[in-house]
């Protein structure tokens, strides 16, 4: 029995389309690429301080000296100050002051200082990113660092992680953020504008955003 094969459609297949979460908002939604163009094309991204680059190249070598580590920190001098005053604090906790940054790594070791010019350094570089209408950057900052102090003192009282390596990353979770208010504009009102209806930012991000502040 002779068989008549299918004819060949010569309809243009159809785009699969991702489906939108349940509940989204039919508002601004930008496509995945031009998300990725914009950002390929912002010219003036803010980037680390040579110095903080230099000192996290340095430690990769575990017979680096002293005086090679704080020769290096020392051309910075806005990044010294810095750290001396956050060595002073009370987030340390010393009990004798320390006025050099050699005294700061015999006390603290390498790795807290290593830590502590990165975190100077981003707080000084994304200092000067001027966020969009409704971003507090001081809010931010004490957002950040409350949530680096607490991945601290979970990683000193549970040993899962490094202390210094928790502050970090807790200092560091939503610099997302800031890029998306500053380079995004217009998707970061829809997303205030979710918050103001009462959804998660993560929510209202995801509705609007093809990538989240995190990636």
Same mark, same amino acid.
């Given at each position: 029995m002779k068989t008549t094969?299918?004819?060949?459609s010569t309809s243009t297949p159809e785009r699969v389309r991702a489906v939108p979460p349940q509940g989204a908002r039919k508002g601004f939604?930008?496509?995945r690429e031009a998300f990725?163009?914009?950002l390929e094309q912002v010219e003036d991204l803010p980037t680390l301080p040579s /110095? #903080?680059?230099?000192?996290?190249r340095l430690l990769e070598d575990e017979d680096v000296s002293i005086r090679k580590l704080t020769d290096t920190i020392e051309k910075d001098q806005s990044i010294v100050s810095k750290i001396l005053k956050l060595v002073n604090s009370a987030f340390f906790g010393l009990r004798s002051r320390v006025d050099n940054i050699s005294h700061a790594v015999t006390l603290l070791g390498f790795n807290t200082v290593r830590n502590a010019v990165l975190s100077v350094s981003v707080i000084k570089t994304f200092g000067g990113v001027k966020p969009g209408d409704g971003?507090?950057?001081?809010d931010f900052w004490r957002h950040a /660092? #409350?949530?680096?102090?607490?991945?601290?003192f979970l990683g000193q009282q549970t040993r899962l992680a490094s202390p210094d390596n928790g502050f970090i990353a807790g200092l560091l979770h939503d610099m997302g953020k800031v890029v998306l208010?500053?380079?995004f504009p217009e998707i970061f009102r829809e997303v205030l504008q979710g918050l103001a209806?009462?959804?998660?930012?993560y929510e209202a991000e995801r509705d609007t955003s093809p990538m989240d502040h995190a990636r």
């Open positions: 094969p299918c004819p060949k939604v930008m496509e990725i163009r914009r /110095v #903080a680059m230099e000192v996290n971003f507090s950057m001081a /660092v #409350a949530v680096g102090i607490t991945a601290r208010s500053a380079f209806r009462g959804i998660s930012f």
